[in-house]
């Protein structure tokens, strides 16, 4: 069974769509390949301040939701 040749979005070179190609359907596996190295080196880890900076604002935006949702009309 033959694969269907696709044109890649990024360098317009046809290539095969086989089963296993990593990444995204419109794109050769060398253009896939240089996209997933390029988003693992932006991706940065957060530090402790961005993390706790992160909590309090997810716990105030939690009150904010049940405060909304369960508060008694009076």
């Known amino acids: 069974m033959a694969f269907p040749i696709k044109v890649c979005v ?3 070179e046809e290539f095969e769509l086989r089963p296993d190609k990593p990444g995204f359907a419109n794109r050769c596996p060398e253009c896939s390949a240089s996209d997933e190295q390029l988003d693992a080196s ?3 880890s957060a530090d402790a301040f961005d ?3 992160q909590s309090e604002v997810n ?3 939690r009150d904010a939701m049940r405060n909304l949702l369960y508060r ?3």
């Open 10 to 12: 990024v360098c317009h």
């Open 42 to 44: 932006t991706r940065s």
């Open 51 to 53: 993390r706790q900076g």
């Open 59 to 61: 716990a105030a935006r």
């Open 72 to 74: 008694k009309d009076s």
